[in-house]
RNA sequence: GGUCCGUUCGUAUAGGGGUUAGUACACAAGAUUUUCAUUCUUGUAACACGAGUUCGAUUCUCGUACGGACUACCA
C-alpha cells in the first residue's frame, strides 16, 4: 500500500435504479474525502449486469449529483483520461485478466451449468449444510482443475459456456485492515470460488471492480458495508495480479437503518413511512411507481447533503450545521461511525428548518413566488419578503410558510369551529362593530400605528385585549394561529381588514 | 445454519479506567404572548447482559444475548 500517492476515489453505483439515501451517503463521503485531501472524485458506472439495467437510472445518477451539489472531476459525464468509465464500455478489458488469473494458476474455467448447481445448493440445504463451491469441494465438479488441459480446451473451443472462477486458498488467515474498522480477520476455508467472469462474456462486480480500481488508479476504496464480506477476496485478487503495492486502502461505511422496526432502509420504507428515501422524485419505467424526493419535497440540497453528513459522522464537537465546504474541511474517516445509524426524517425536517430560516427574506420571497404561481394563488410581489420575514420561524419548508399562512393571500372562507366556540363571546359582535369603525378612521395602517391607536381604544373602553383581539384574529385569519395580528392587517392593507372584519360579524352568530 | 461486523437516553451522537455520562432532534412542563407559533428556562430519558483484569470499568479482555450485512454466472 502506498502511502503518498494521490488522492482519488470513485462512486460506482449500479444503474438497476434510483440512488438511495444511503447511495447519496456513500457519494458523499467519498466527495468530502477527496476534497479534504485534495484528490479527484470520480464517478464509474457499473453496469455489468444487463438484466437489472434500468433507463434513464444512470441520468438519474447524475442529476442527483449535481442537485447536491458533488461536482465529478472524472468519469461518467466529466470525461478524464482513464476512461471509458462506463464498465459495459471497458468489457473486452476484462477477459485477458481473467485468462492471466487461469494462466497462473489463481483462477479456472468451470462447466458446471446454473441449474446444476441449483440442484447441488438444494440437496445440501436439505441436509441443513451449505452448498461451497471451493477447495472442499471442486475436484468432484465441472471444472478446468478436473479436466486435461486439451479436454477442457474442447469445451470452449466446442462453444460450451463457461465462467471462470478465482482459485480461493485453503485454509490461510487473511487480516485486512479497513480504514473504520481497523483489523477484520478471515479465513480462507470459508470463502468460496466466486465467479469472476460470466458465460455472457462480462465481469462479475469483483472482477471489474478490482481491474478498473487499479487501472484507474484509485487510492481508497470507501463502500457500504456490504462488501466487508467479499474484502479478502478483493484483497487476494490484487494480490494475485501482483498489484499488492499499489493496492487501494479500504473504509467499509455503516448502513442506514429504517427509521422503526429492523433492517436497512429500503425503497419502500419511504412511500410507507412518508418520508423520502430519494434524492430526486423517480419513476420506475418498467413499474410505472412514483417515489418522492428530497428535492421536490422542498428540501435544500445543502440541508439534505448537511443531514446526510452527521448521520454517521461527527467531527467530535457539537458543530451540526455545515456548509458543503465546511465538511470538506472537516472530514475525515477515522470519525466515521461504526454502527448503523437509523434514519430520523424528523431531524431531516429540523435541517431543513435551520437553512430556511438563515436563508434572506428576499430568497425566500423569490421561492414563495413560483409556489405562489405553481398553485395558481394571486398575490401582491411587493409583500412576499414581509410575509417570508413573518412565517419563516415557524416554517420548515417554503410550502409551510404558504400552508401556514394562506390567509396572507386569501381572506377566510369558514372559521375554525373550536377557536370560534373558544373565542366569539356573545358580545364579539358589538366589540368588533366598533372596532371597525375604529379602523375605517386610521390613516396610517402600519402595524406600529394601528397597534397603537386600538390599544388606546382597549383602554380607554376599559376592554380586556383578549376581549378584542381574539375574536378580531378569527375574523381576519379564520383561525387562532398566525404571526402578530396586526402584521397580519398591515400586510392585508385596510381595504381587506374591514371586509373581512365585516363578512365575520355577518357570517357568525 | 455458516462467516464477518456492530451494540451509550426513543433517535443521531460526544466522551472515555475515577464524569452530576455532555449535545442535538423528538417529547413534557413552566415563563412570555391578544391567538397559534417563535423565544427562553427546566425536565423525563442511556453506557445490552455475565465474567475477567483493576483499588476502581460504561471505557480494556473474553463469553452470552440481541441487531445487521454477506452467503447468486446481482451489485
Known sequence: MSENKKVRVRFAPSPTGALHLGGVRTALFNYLFAKHNGGDFLLRIEDTDQTRYVEGAEEYIINSLKWCGLIVDEGVGAGGSFGPYRQSERKDIYRQYAIDLVASDNAYYAFDSAAELDVLRSKCESKGETFIYNASTRKNLNNSLTKSKEATQALIDEGVPYVIRFKMRDNEEVILNDIIRGEVHFNTSTLDDKVLFKSDGMPTYHLANVVDDHLMKISHVIRGEEWLPSLPLHYLLYRSFGWLDTMPQFAHLPLILKPVGNGKLSKRDGNKMGFPVFPLEFTDPATGETWHGYREDGYFPEAFINMLALLGWNAGDDKEIYSLDELCEAFTLERVTKSGSKF????????????????????????LKELLLKRDITFDNAKLEKICSLMKERANFIADILDNGLFFFQAPTKYEEKDVKKHWKDNSSAILTELYHILENITDFSATSTEQIVSEWINSKGLSFGKV?????????????????????????????????????????
Open 469 to 509: 383581539m381574539n375574536p378580531f384574529r378569527v375574523a381576519i385569519v379564520g383561525a387562532a394561529k398566525g404571526p402578530h395580528l396586526f402584521d397580519i392587517t398591515e400586510v392585508i392593507g385596510k381595504n381587506e381588514t374591514l371586509s373581512r372584519l365585516k363578512r365575520a360579524i355577518e357570517v357568525i352568530k
Open 344 to 367: 430520523d426524517p424528523e431531524k431531516a425536517k429540523w435541517f431543513n428548518h435551520k437553512y430556511l430560516v438563515a436563508k434572506s427574506d428576499i430568497e425566500l420571497a423569490s421561492l
